[in-house]
T-cell receptor, first 110, second 121 residues
Framework: GENVEQHPSTLSVQEGDSAVIKCTYS??????FPWYKQELGKRPQLIIDIRSNVGEKKDQRIAVTLNKTAKHFSLHITETQPEDSAVYFCAASPGNQFYFGTGTSLTVIP | GAVVSQHPSRVICKSGTSVKIECRSLDFQATTMFWYRQFPKQSLMLMAT?????????EQGVEKDKFLINHASLTLSTLTVTSAHPEDSSFYIC?????????????????FGPGTRLTVT
C-alpha cells in the first residue's frame, strides 16, 4: 500500500516568514495530492491540491510543488499569519483512497 | 456546497457494548465514503472504504467484524464499533466524494465530517 512520510512534525515561524512542509510517497500509482489544514477538534479542510500532470500550483499565499520522479511534494506558505497556525496533513491518492502523512503542527509567532 | 455531517459528535459507552456512528452527505450524493480514525496529535488513518450497495473494503490490520460498515444509501454510511474496549477510544472521521462531479481538476476531493469522539470506559 501507499506510505506517506511528512516532515517536519513541528514548525515554528515568525509572522511574515515562509513555511515549507515536505512529503514523500511510495506508490507510483498515486496521481492526486491534497493538502489539508486541521484546527484542534475540527474537521480537516482542503487548502490546495495538485494532480500528477502538473508540477506546481499556486493559490494566493499557498503553493504546492510535485516531483513525480522523486516521489515528493511540498507545501509552501508565504507571508505567514497567526491564523495559519494549525496542523497540516499531506495525502497521496493512488485511486479512491487517501493516505495521509503524519502531520505538521505549524505555529506562527506574532 | 458539499456538507458532510456525523452523529453523534461525542459518545461515551461502557466496555463490551456497541456504538453506531452515522455519516451523512447533506447536499450531494456519495457512492463512496471513507472512515478514518485519528488518535490525539496523530494522523488520519484510513480504516475502510464504504461502497453504496456493496461490501466495505477494509485496510490491512482493521478488523471487519469489529468495525461494521453499512452504506445503505447514497447519502448515509454507518460505522458500528462492536464490543467496544477502551483501546477503541478515538476520534472517528468520515469523508465522502461526490457522484458525477466533473471539473478540470476536481472530482477527486473528499469532504470530511466533523468527527465523532468515542470514549469507552
Amino acid at each position: 500500500g501507499e506510505n506517506v512520510e511528512q516532515h517536519p512534525s513541528t514548525l515554528s515561524v515568525q509572522e511574515g516568514d515562509s513555511a515549507v512542509i515536505k512529503c514523500t510517497y511510495s506508490d507510483s500509482a498515486s496521481n492526486y495530492f491534497p493538502w489539508y489544514k486541521q484546527e484542534l477538534g475540527k474537521r480537516p479542510q482542503l487548502i490546495i491540491d495538485i494532480r500528477s500532470n502538473v508540477g506546481e500550483k499556486k493559490d494566493q499565499r499557498i503553493a504546492v510543488t510535485l516531483n513525480k520522479t522523486a516521489k515528493h511534494f511540498s507545501l509552501h506558505i508565504t507571508e505567514t499569519q497567526p491564523e495559519d497556525s494549525a496542523v497540516y496533513f499531506c495525502a497521496a491518492s493512488p485511486g479512491n483512497q487517501f493516505y495521509f502523512g503524519t502531520g505538521t503542527s505549524l505555529t506562527v509567532i506574532p | 456546497g458539499a456538507v458532510v455531517s456525523q452523529h453523534p459528535s461525542r459518545v461515551i459507552c461502557k466496555s463490551g457494548t456497541s456504538v453506531k456512528i452515522e455519516c451523512r452527505s447533506l447536499d450531494f450524493q456519495a457512492t463512496t465514503m471513507f472512515w478514518y480514525r485519528q488518535f490525539p496529535k496523530q494522523s488520519l488513518m484510513l480504516m475502510a472504504t464504504s461502497n453504496e450497495g456493496s461490501k466495505a473494503t477494509y485496510e490491512q490490520g482493521v478488523e471487519k467484524d469489529k468495525f461494521l460498515i453499512n452504506h445503505a444509501s447514497l447519502t448515509l454510511s454507518t460505522l458500528t464499533v462492536t464490543s467496544a474496549h477502551p483501546e477503541d477510544s478515538s476520534f472517528y472521521i468520515c469523508s465522502a466524494r461526490k457522484v458525477g462531479f466533473r471539473d478540470s481538476g476536481r472530482g477527486y476531493e473528499q469532504y470530511f465530517g466533523p468527527g465523532t469522539r468515542l470514549t469507552v470506559t
